[in-house]
């Protein structure tokens, strides 16, 4: 890449980049942003202590760069939300910021490329993201990548190749909303991709060196501990589904012990029991995800109605699968029923997901 880029603009966003802890890759990174022209760095120092002051002063000294404190750590997140703050308040004509992390991943030339693909789409969230394909890529680094990245896919519906890249391109009218966005630390940088998904705001992907410095032994990020703390936001979706399967086969269970049998019609039992159930459960379900899951801002009329719609389609479903299924295999009713509402369970997350409460 030519770093004597004309693109001034780019070479002036806001360059945040959180510390903690920091050691000499911190210096050199600077000297080597200095060098290529980035002439609007803010540091956070995230509560290092004093036997890391000497550091950031000599950033200060040599570099000129705005240097924000926190008095303890409290994490990457929170960090970022005080960067986000202060170029709000003291850079309101920018179009965005950059972040980039401070053990030296992130190479001049790849923030330039973020910083112009920001510069271009400044409606956009910008992911500078590393290939976890290669050699040099440790072991906790690509199976924590790899399995946030299905996670985020399957659950959410973010499709991003590099979901912990510290790398991004911010616009202004996102770190705005960002800074009422849960998470003060690692998982933080998780939420800002869900919240790409409730605000609609687009997902551009620039490739970058993968580079990691001593097996990425300065990183602060646990694959267990932090990963653990990302996936738990999942942990509603989770909830809300499996106690409403629970709720929905004891009332399936119940029915069938009180009308089997028994046949009204076309209408046996079990599409009685079947109808029933889901109705109750139903309606369990829909507060559960509209106050707790999804949180949404739409009007309880719209998603209602979608939702209902929903329910109706695969309560027939189900209820005819589990009829036609039954006399085939016989045994327990709920055995029957169990597998059929798995699937059902997969297709109907990802229509509430998509259509219900986007």
């Known amino acids: 890449m030519d770093m004597n880029s004309n693109n001034k603009d780019a070479f002036g966003l806001p360059l945040v980049i959180p510390s903690y802890e920091p050691d000499e890759k911190l210096l050199r990174l600077l000297a080597d942003l200095g060098t290529a022209g980035f002439r609007n760095i803010i540091i956070v120092d995230d509560g290092s202590g ?136 690692f998982e933080f940088e998780t939420n800002m991709l869900l919240e790409t998904k409730s605000q609609g705001i687009p997902i551009v992907e620039v490739p970058i060196q993968t580079i990691y410095i001593e097996e990425n032994k300065s990183s602060h990020f646990n694959p267990i501990k ?40 076309a209408l046996t039992y079990i599409v009685l029991a079947t109808v029933l159930a889901r109705i109750l459960s139903a309606a369990y379900n829909y507060l559960i995800n509209y106050k707790v899951v999804f949180k949404s801002k739409n009007s309880v009329k719209s998603t209602l109605i979608k939702y209902c719609l929903l329910a109706v389609c695969q309560m027939v479903c189900s209820a005819v699968l589990v009829d036609m299924l039954y006399p085939i295999f016989g045994g327990w009713e709920v055995l029957v029923k169990v597998p059929v509402d798995v699937a059902l369970f997969f297709l109907s997350f990802f229509i509430q997901r998509e259509l219900v409460y986007r």
């Open 50 to 185: 004093e036997n890391y002051r000497d550091i950031f002063e000599q950033a200060q000294k040599r570099y000129k760069i705005t240097l924000l404190r926190h008095d303890v750590n409290q994490g990457k997140g929170r960090a970022l939300k005080t960067a986000f703050s202060y170029i709000l308040e003291n850079c309101p004509g920018e179009v965005g910021c950059i972040t980039a992390d401070s053990d030296g991943q992130h190479t001049p030339a790849c923030i330039l490329s973020c910083a112009e693909a920001l510069m271009e789409n400044p409606s956009c969230l910008i992911m500078g993201c590393r290939c976890f394909d290669q050699e040099n890529v440790p072991a906790r680094s690509e199976f924590g990548n790899k399995c946030t990245r299905l996670t985020m896919k399957y659950m959410a519906g973010v499709s991003v190749t590099d979901t912990q890249t510290g790398l991004r391109g911010i616009p202004s009218a996102f770190m705005r909303e960002l800074l009422f966005v849960k998470g003060e630390k």
């Open 226 to 265: 932090d990963s653990v703390r990302i996936y738990m936001m999942f942990g509603k979706f989770l909830f809300s589904s499996l106690s409403s399967s629970v709720v929905d086969l004891v009332l399936f269970s119940a029915f069938c012990f009180l009308f089997r049998g028994k046949q009204w019609g």
